[in-house]
């Protein structure tokens, strides 16, 4: 069983349409992580959110920490082909610092 | 300085062979990592190290040897691999407490043992 449950595994869209990726946890943590990750590349972190409720901006993402601090949400508007890559939600539960895992990943396609 | 440096980016070994992977920081990150990931899957956390002491080992096996042998610098020593070893190696590395603030990775050593 992943510690971080991310859903959708796939998703492919047109270009200018808005989606929405999730992950869930059971466990609660001290905060969670947004990566993108290119092919034979490694991850480079989009986003940290901490404080339960929290929402955080970057261009057409949106990065939201559930109140209770297991879950988070990754939204983009008018989505791009430039989006297209693999975003993983990655955290520690508490008390576990430094033990980071990653939820299984959602690959998105954008299609011009 | 906000990058890690991991070398070499491809390697293929033979199961006798014995291999080191390296990786470099200087970010002044006091905290560094082992992922290793297989293709079509999320990153599966090996080793960390922090402040230069093994913290967690994931139960990975003894051919699979990490060593730190100061704060900028991360090695993953490889003997008598198995073929379902291949896999992208990652490293990353982080402030103590790192997951509240994000990890940098490297760009992996891709390595192939035949």
């Known amino acids: 069983t992943q510690l971080l449950e991310q859903s959708p595994q796939f998703l492919s869209i047109q270009e200018g349409e808005n989606l929405t990726v999730y992950c869930n946890s059971s466990s609660v943590f001290s905060s969670l992580q947004w990566y993108r990750q290119e092919p034979g590349e490694g991850p480079v972190l989009l986003v940290t959110?901490?404080?339960?409720?929290e929402v955080k901006k970057l261009k057409r993402l949106t990065f939201q920490f559930g109140d209770a601090r297991k879950d988070s949400s990754l939204h983009i508007t008018a989505a791009q082909p430039g989006d297209t890559g693999l975003y993983l939600c990655a955290g520690a539960e508490v008390g576990n610092n430094n033990d980071m895992r990653f939820g299984a990943g959602t690959r998105l396609t954008v299609k011009p | 300085d906000t990058e890690v440096t991991q070398t070499p980016k491809h390697l293929v070994m033979g199961m006798t062979n014995k291999k080191s992977l390296k990786c470099e920081q200087h970010?002044?990150?006091?905290?560094m990592y082992w992922y290793k990931q297989k293709a079509k899957k999320p990153p599966e956390l090996m080793f960390v190290y922090s402040y230069e002491k093994l913290s967690i080992n994931e139960s990975v096996p003894s051919r699979f040897s990490p060593e730190c042998p100061n704060s900028s610098l991360l090695n993953l020593h490889l003997h008598a691999l198995q073929p379902e070893d291949s896999a992208l190696y990652l490293c990353?590395?982080?402030?103590?407490?790192?997951?509240?603030?994000?990890?940098?990775f490297g760009s992996g050593t891709r390595l192939t043992v035949v």
């Open positions: 959110v901490v404080t339960g409720g």
């Open positions: 990353a590395s982080s402030r103590p407490g790192g997951t509240d603030y994000g990890y940098t």
């Open positions: 970010m002044g990150h006091r905290a």
